[in-house]
């Protein structure tokens, strides 16, 4: 399958992962484009990596089919679309307000169904692959994580859902699990070699795995994959 000239999406991109994404994604000759709030961020994120900046509120119906407007009548439809964005606050389920727990599981969950939806929407004559990130929250709920795992839960629910109405019309459709956490230079703790070589998960070597899962041929499409660190416990 050429990937020349095929257009792909990365929405919730940021410095870690989302960066990662849109630098393996253009290194196998796709045209990308990423996707986030704030827009001072993304500008320079996009710049960085050599991608197209769209900025959106993923929770927002209009914004989101308005950002797919403008990046199909500049990039053409994407064939990829990764859906990267989450927010959480660990606290007490006796201390979590409704306007908490409603904010993290909109970008959580109801931004996934959006934007799934759009993509799913231009991709259904000439196919495509959808991918959504997910969490160990998303198997599991821990204390003081209710915050994430509600929306992480409804994003895998989501992901099955859609996989199984929309394979047939040949959209791949997957949900990776990153159980553990992702190597982040910017965030005190999670440096590069904190739990000993390898031990944190590398960016990089996740966007291989997304990568691969474009590329897979329908006679082997996988539904659901899980990252970790080999230091990682499961």
């Not at 031990?199 to 990089?204: M, N, T």
């Amino acid at each position: 399958m050429s990937t020349k000239h095929q257009s792909a999406l990365v929405v919730g991109a940021g410095p870690g992962l989302g960066a990662a994404l849109a630098r393996r994604f253009i290194e196998g000759g796709l045209k990308v484009s990423v996707s986030a709030r704030d827009g001072a961020r993304l500008k320079r994120l996009a710049e960085s990596v050599g991608a197209t900046a769209y900025p959106c509120d993923a929770t927002v119906e209009a914004e989101v089919a308005a950002m797919f407007e403008r990046l199909e009548r500049d990039h053409g439809a994407p064939r990829l679309v990764v859906y990267n964005a989450g927010a959480y606050v660990a606290k007490s389920i006796l201390e979590t307000s409704a306007e908490e727990f409603e904010r993290c599981w909109r970008i959580g969950c109801l931004g996934g169904f959006l934007v799934g939806r759009e993509a799913a929407r231009r991709m259904k004559d000439k196919g495509g692959t959808i991918l959504f990130t997910g969490a160990t929250a998303s198997l599991r709920g821990g204390a003081r994580f209710a915050n994430l795992a509600v929306g992480k839960f409804g994003l895998r629910a989501l992901a099955q859902s859609m996989a199984r109405e929309l394979q047939p019309a040949g959209i791949h459709v997957a949900h990776v699990i990153i159980d553990g956490q992702i190597v982040a230079d910017h965030r005190p703790g999670r440096e590069r070699g904190a739990k000993g070589e390898d031990g944190l998960l590398d960016p990089d070597a996740i966007a291989e795995a997304y990568w691969q899962l474009y590329r897979q041929k329908r006679s082997a499409w996988t539904l659901e994959l899980d990252l970790r660190p080999w230091t990682e416990k499961f």
